[in-house]
């Protein structure tokens, strides 16, 4: 899968856990706090992610994560996302 | 000072409200089945009263879903009916507001997952904690309806709920606070729980093939309880000021008592449950033979029931003869924490409707149980005072005393 393709469904995913956004507003640069995602929400958020994408993010690596495309560039560079769960 | 039960809420293996349930209780209906939630093939306890087609989606979002466990969500199911049914509890400051809850396990479904998922060195979901801590359910329900005041969680095994209904009675008495949810919860038909109680030799396992007839209080041949899962809730507050603020009042919470074995960790003791039963009845301001249905522990326990009877026997004599007593076990196994908040529903619905709900699979009672259990079909009667007792692992007997609003 091409970045593009991961970059849809990191979106896709995004949309899915952030009930109170608008998905269609939902883009790469958006950041978790404008996203209304609180400290906690966003540990939820990425161990859903460990799940969906099959990938395992390392923790002094994600303390820097701030926005969708940090999830996207990880996911790109780490796993093979031909293992991804949907 | 007159405390009253304002409002009531269930979720229960036969019923989804307290209408539902009521009608299911009086007809009889069975809930233990096969255990659908997970693949109990390898138990020797295969069945349980499961809750069927319970979608938390109906009350919670998907946030909400991922931070409670399933006991914490059929907690806030039973404790939106009690608060709708109880016409909300505006009347009172957020502050005077408070949650008194029971639960034996708490969040044992996700203690169970997530030990499994870091057993096999996989991250284990970051609200595992707060989803796990036996207090998470009332939490959320002070969360979503806005209670302030105190928040207490009881955990005392299988009585969790009967001491948890008990604290709410004493907090109003005290003025400690103007309205109480209270009531118990319990979601625990998990792998390494029914593991733990089958090496008690605690569980019924010789019905595996024949379910609906496994949860048998009283019965000869029952060998063990059945597991449940379930909430009640019930709301509570002083009559002066239900009456004042225009509520319905189905009954009063006349009496609560309590005592320890101090004997035995898991064996039953006919000392501690009649003292617990004694001491209800005396905090009501009646004498036992006031007493006419007892809701009974009841588990289908093999000494567990015939130790209820004898105890019932040495602290109302003669008088328990007159006592009609049921189990509501027969039909939806034992919901541990729960149970005595689900007992407590049945007893005020026995007050306000004169039925009691039957004993089911009591074809041939034991010998040694050897009282009026109302066998097999409800029963007629006109009642005024009812008795609700549970008893839980660590010696604790407990038994609350129900009367009719006017009594």
């Known amino acids: ?86 | 000072m007159r405390i009253v039960v304002t409002g009531m809420g269930i979720v229960s293996p036969i019923g989804s409200s307290v209408d539902e349930f009521w009608n299911a209780a009086i007809n009889g209906i069975n809930g233990i089945g096969p255990i659908k939630s997970f693949d109990a093939s390898n138990n020797r306890s295969r069945i349980a009263g499961e809750v069927k087609d319970f979608d938390p989606k109906s009350l919670l979002s998907n946030k909400q879903i991922e931070q409670t466990d399933r006991f914490t969500q059929l907690a806030v199911y039973a404790a939106n009916q009690a608060i709708i049914d109880a016409g909300g509890l505006d009347h009172y400051e957020p502050r005077r507001r408070a949650v008194s809850l029971g639960s034996g396990m708490g969040g044992f479904a996700t203690f169970e997952s997530s030990a499994e998922r870091r057993l096999k060195n996989r991250s284990i979901p970051p609200f595992t904690v707060p989803r796990t801590m036996a207090n998470s359910a009332a939490a959320w329900i002070a969360t979503i309806h806005e209670l302030k005041g105190a928040n207490l969680t009881c955990s005392t095994a299988c009585s969790s709920g009967g001491n948890a209904i008990g604290m709410g009675l004493d907090m109003l008495r005290a003025g400690k606070a103007d309205a109480v949810v209270t009531g118990g919860a319990e979601a625990c038909v998990l792998p390494l729980t029914i593991s733990g109680f089958e090496a008690l030799y605690a569980l019924s396992t010789g019905f595996n093939d024949n379910a609906q007839h496994a949860s048998r209080p009283f019965a000869k041949g029952r060998d063990g309880f059945v597991m449940g899962e379930g909430a009640a809730i019930l709301v509570l507050e002083k009559e002066d000021t239900a009456i004042r603020r225009g509520a319905s009042i189905y009954a009063q919470l006349a009496g609560y008592g309590c005592a320890c074995d101090a004997a035995h960790l898991v064996a039953p003791d006919i000392d501690g449950q009649v003292a617990a039963m004694t001491a209800a009845i005396q905090d009501a301001g009646i004498t036992p033979d006031s007493i006419d249905y007892i809701n009974a522990h009841a588990t289908s326990t093999p000494l567990g029931d015939v130790i209820e009877t004898k105890a019932i026997r040495q602290l109302f004599g003669k008088h328990a003869e007159n006592i009609i007593i049921s189990a509501t076990k027969s039909m939806i196994g034992h919901t541990i924490g729960a149970s005595a908040a689900i007992g407590s529903i049945a007893a005020i619905q026995s007050l306000r409707t004169g039925m009691v709900h039957p004993t089911i699979n009591l074809e041939e009672a034991d010998p040694e149980c050897d009282l009026n259990y109302a066998p097999n079909t409800a029963f007629a009667k006109t009642l005024n005072t009812a008795l609700c007792n549970a008893f839980g692992f660590g010696g604790n007997n407990v038994s609350l005393v129900f009367s009719k609003p006017n009594v």
Do not use: W
């Open chain 1, 1 to 86: 899968m091409n970045t593009e393709n991961i970059e849809a469904k990191v979106i896709e995913f995004i949309a899915s856990k952030v009930e109170e956004v608008d998905a269609s507003t939902i883009t790469a640069e958006s950041e978790f706090e404008a996203l209304g995602l609180d400290s906690m929400d966003r540990v939820q958020l990425l161990f859903d992610a460990e799940e969906t994408f099959g990938v395992t993010f390392k923790d002094d690596e994600v303390k820097s994560f701030h926005c969708v495309k940090d999830i996207i560039d990880y996911i790109s560079n780490h796993q093979p996302v031909s293992s991804a769960k949907n």
